[in-house]
């Protein structure tokens, strides 16, 4: 079934990056009077320490929901809109949010409720509703979400031909991760099932896909292990995460297709200086067994567009630097490289594939760490426009 990761990051708080920026020029250039007003009178709008736009204190009362019209900018389904209804609540980040600290001494990250729902010009359209939790002092964590999904996504068959096709139908995931003693080491359990019609718009089909419409059920459990030790769950700038799962799909949980799809994703964060970050991320994703085309890895990374290299095998690595180039503003370069290895199954061969670009962040909730901005990407077929919330890894 199609990666958690793709369902999950309709990017899931979207981009708060056009509810502020045109605001924010004006918020950082702010007299040092207009600090001291909203000093003495708090503002859920204003950061008490610069005067500037923060919607810090918004998001930390008890009705700051926060709606988020956004841009989608993905390049396997066109442009479009979305709009999301997003919560934070609780937490410690930044020593900002009053909580005691989890069991490694770490603050508890903040728990994130959102709805919301999408269009694109190709007609891709979707509706979810997704909670990240964080309970007992973050000695248990929680993902879940639900949609109803209708991508409309490009197939590039054996012949490298790009073939339409259209998945409409529901999508759950469930995880649920122990932390284990007073470390920083979870293991835990996920669930993912999807029930979708598979249709090809087109009369020509694939060579290795035998009918035009079919009917999908996809189930399937497994194991997690995850090592977290980011100082922040938005925008990190020191720490790690490392996370390796296994999903076992097949007809003992109610699916189709028998198969397997095991996961690593490593995400490492250095802040060698005050104001200036260096990241990089390894992800690789493989599957064996009986999986069906819309099933197999891609390659994932800003510029390319989901499911254009796909095998039986995906490694993609990347790295980035953040640099604090004026108050809240920080500049952003980025650059990647991605694999595939063959698919014998559907006769797809390994490929190769790089993208990079650059972009910008504004430090929206200072006292949650968040960062919002853009990012312009290039890949080897088309150029790109991401707006990103939080963390690009």
């Known amino acids: 079934m199609p990666s958690p990761r793709t369902a999950e990051r309709p990017r899931l708080l979207g981009s708060l990056a056009f509810v502020v920026l045109l605001a924010a020029p004006l918020a950082a250039a702010e007299e040092p009077a207009a600090a001291k007003t ?6 859920l709008f ?25 841009p989608i900018t993905e390049p396997a389904v066109g442009y479009g809109g979305a709009l999301a209804l997003v919560k934070f609540q609780g937490g410690g980040l930044a020593g900002a949010l009053k909580a005691p600290p989890g069991p490694s001494g770490k603050p508890v990250p903040p728990n994130i409720a959102a709805v919301g729902g999408g269009l694109t010009e190709n007609g891709t359209w979707a509706i979810f509703a997704g909670y990240i939790g964080y309970f007992k ?24 031909q790009a073939y339409s096709f259209t998945m409409d139908g529901w999508a759950v995931y469930q995880e649920l991760g122990r932390r284990l003693g007073k470390t920083d080491l979870f293991a835990g359990v996920q669930l993912a099932w999807i029930d979708s019609t598979v249709s090809f718009e ?20 497994g194991p997690f292990v995850e090592w977290d030790t980011r ?18 799909l097949g007809p003992w949980l109610g699916g189709d297709n028998a198969f397997e799809r095991y996961t690593g994703n490593a995400r490492v964060y250095w802040d060698p200086r005050p104001r200036f970050v260096l990241a990089a991320r390894l992800q690789a994703q493989g599957v064996s067994g009986d999986a069906p085309f ?5 390659v994932y990374l800003r510029g390319i567009p989901v499911m254009r290299y796909q095998g039986d095998t995906a490694v993609s690595v ?71 919330a939080g963390s690009s890894f």
């Open 38 to 43: 909203a000093a003495a009178k708090p503002s």
């Open 46 to 70: 204003r950061d008490p320490e610069d005067g500037a736009l923060d919607l810090s204190g918004w998001l930390a009362s008890r009705t700051g929901v926060l709606p988020i019209p956004f």
């Open 137 to 160: 002092q973050d000695r248990w964590r929680y993902k879940g979400a639900v949609a109803r999904l209708a991508p409309t996504l490009d197939y590039y068959g054996s012949n490298e």
């Open 202 to 221: 087109l009369a020509e089909l694939p060579p290795e896909i035998p009918q035009p419409e079919t009917k999908m059920t996809e189930s399937g459990a």
């Open 231 to 248: 100082n922040n769950s938005l925008t990190p700038s020191s720490g790690f995460n490392v996370k390796a799962s296994a999903m076992f």
């Open 294 to 298: 819309y099933a197999l890895p891609f």
């Open 318 to 388: 990347d790295g980035e630097v953040r640099w604090n180039a004026w108050k809240r503003w920080w500049v952003v370069a980025f650059a990647g490289q991605g694999w595939t290895d063959d698919a014998p199954g559907l006769s797809k061969e390994g490929e190769s594939v790089h993208a990079g670009g650059f972009g910008f962040r504004y430090l929206v909730a200072r006292r949650l760490g968040l960062q919002v901005g853009i990012d312009f990407a290039k890949g080897p077929e088309e150029n790109a426009l991401y707006v990103v």
